[in-house]
């Protein structure tokens, strides 16, 4: 499970997190929607430990993450999978090494055995193809897809989604929402996914909850959100919403 | 803001960053035992470094000598004193000019790069996407480059003093009538008088170059961790990268002098 209760956190001149509560039940998807710069990728960063908050605690599967060690976040993060907005991959290694580099870095699984699993989650991505290109000469849809294979390469317990679908067409984007969906169903990953977009919301979320003023103002299942009459869920998941 | 709190904010700052990057130095060493992993990187690093360097270093030490050699030598001529020109030259390139010389090129062409490099990854999150999968950046990023530059820098820095003291001959026979065979001489006479296999002009030059290396390194990589804000905050590292190891080039070029020749003599 993934707990954060009353996280502050203040970068700069402006409180971006401003007493953030919410829980996300172990096998569970929970979509953070908010408007830009609302704090979204800010929670993710405390939940993986990147930022510790001003005031208020973050627990993961029990532990309390912002008093971890660095070794203790290791641990924690090899159990975690992120996808970054952007894939965020490194630019001078191929996808197909890309995708390997967790694996290389913190398991003893032979080359070959390697190749296989890294062949594997390429192929459920769509992106077999591309394994051996260098991430400057794919587009920005495919990185972020290879971006999520080398996400849930290791088989995490948790993974936290960052606009999973950002830059991606419709198509592409509904192949990546029933994967994040079956890696849900499939492997019972715990999910966070920031996005803006409704269909993503509703179709991989069991949960939504909309940040606003650093923390959630309207929460509750994809049935009762789509139902709200709250300003800020007719917004973002009203009928005009994308 | 007032002037002093803004002096004070200033000063902090670099106290701050002047620490985190000593710490960075220190987390480097420390990571030292998985340097076989990395083994493959840090050899592309210092082909790289090498390489990209060696042509341009080559060019400036040859005529570094040569400049070394003229305007020593004009005074010289005065006193009728030309035939220890081969000597002074050498001593001058092996103490003191090659390590600089080299140095200096390394921060600006390598150190820049690697600033850049670095804080491009830090600014489109490449570095917090290494963090999450929990490969430490300094075992992963930082640790290949000192090595490879602590370990390319003397090296470059042989063959600078070599070329710069090449260049100096050339212009002790041609406008100062040292011949070769007088000037050479003088050289190996300067760098063999204590009869040791690795003169103390020559392992001190060396022993700078070594720190030279690793500090142009950990201030480039230091630079490129810190930058944030796009473009502009790439530009910003990269420009203090090349400021500051100059700087502690310089500053550290003094102090090892100052202890291998005040000090210990």
């Known amino acids: 499970m993934i707990a954060l209760n009353g996280v502050r956190k203040r970068l700069g001149d402006r409180q971006i997190l401003d007493g953030l509560t919410f829980e996300v039940p172990d096998g569970m998807n929970y979509v953070l929607m908010g408007p830009s710069g609302s704090g979204k990728s800010v929670t993710l960063k405390h939940v993986i430990g990147i930022l510790a908050p001003d005031e208020g605690s973050v627990h993961v599967d029990g532990l309390d993450v912002p008093s971890m060690d660095q070794r203790q976040l290791m641990d ?167 | ?63 570094a000598g040569a400049i070394l050699a003229m305007q020593t030598g004009i005074e010289l001529r005065r006193f009728g004193d030309t035939a220890v020109l081969g000597s002074i030259t050498a001593l001058s390139m092996c103490r003191e000019m090659g390590p600089f010389i080299t140095g200096v090129i390394l921060a600006a062409t390598i150190g820049s790069a690697i600033a850049a490099e670095l804080g491009t990854m830090k600014v489109s999150d490449e570095i917090s996407a290494l963090e999450v999968m929990s490969v ?35 212009i002790a026979d041609q406008n100062l009538g040292v011949s070769q ?18 003169p103390k002009e020559l392992y001190v030059g060396l022993f700078k170059a070594f720190v030279f290396g690793i500090v142009i390194a950990v201030v480039s990589c230091g630079a490129g961790l810190r930058a944030r804000g796009g473009a502009l905050g790439v530009g910003l590292g990269v420009q203090a990268a090349v400021r500051n190891s100059v700087l502690l080039i310089i500053v550290l070029g003094f102090i090892i002098t100052w202890f291998f020749y005040f000090l210990t003599t």
């Open chain 2, 136 to 170: 430490d950046p300094v075992n992963y990023l930082v640790l290949p480059r000192v090595v490879a530059l602590a370990v390319m820098c003397p090296m470059l820095t042989l063959f600078s003093n070599l070329v710069g003291i090449a260049g100096g001959s050339v």
């Open chain 1, 76 to 242: 924690l993060r090899k159990r975690m999978g992120y996808l970054f907005q952007n894939g965020a991959l490194i630019n001078w290694l191929t996808v197909a090494d890309n995708v390997a580099l967790p694996l290389r870095e913190h398991t003893r699984l032979s080359k070959g055995e390697v190749q296989d699993r890294v062949q594997e989650v390429l192929g459920m991505v769509g992106l077999a193809h591309a394994a051996a290109q260098f991430p400057p000469e794919i587009s920005g849809g495919m990185k972020l897809r290879a971006g999520l294979a080398r996400a849930l390469v290791t088989k995490p317990e948790y993974v936290l989604y960052d606009e999973p679908n950002a830059g991606l067409d419709p198509i592409i984007s509904h192949q990546i929402h029933e994967l994040i969906v079956e890696v849900r169903e499939r492997l019972g990953v715990t999910g966070v996914i920031v996005t803006h977009s409704r269909a993503c919301a509703t179709h991989c979320g069991d949960r939504i909850g909309i940040l606003e003023n650093g923390r959630i103002a309207v929460e509750g299942t994809v049935a009762e959100m789509t139902a709200s009459t709250h300003p800020l869920a007719r917004a973002f998941l009203g009928g005009g919403a994308d």
């Open chain 2, 1 to 63: 803001m007032n002037p002093f709190a803004k002096t004070g904010a200033s000063i902090r700052q670099r106290i701050d960053d002047a620490g985190w990057t000593f710490d960075l130095l220190v987390r480097a060493v420390a990571a030292l035992p998985k340097l076989p992993r990395r083994l493959r990187f840090t050899l592309d690093v210092a082909y790289n470094a090498g390489v990209r360097t060696l042509p341009v270093t080559m060019i400036v030490a040859a005529f």
């Open chain 2, 181 to 198: 065979t007088l000037f050479w001489n003088s050289v190996q006479e300067s760098l063999t008088s204590t009869g040791k296999l690795l």
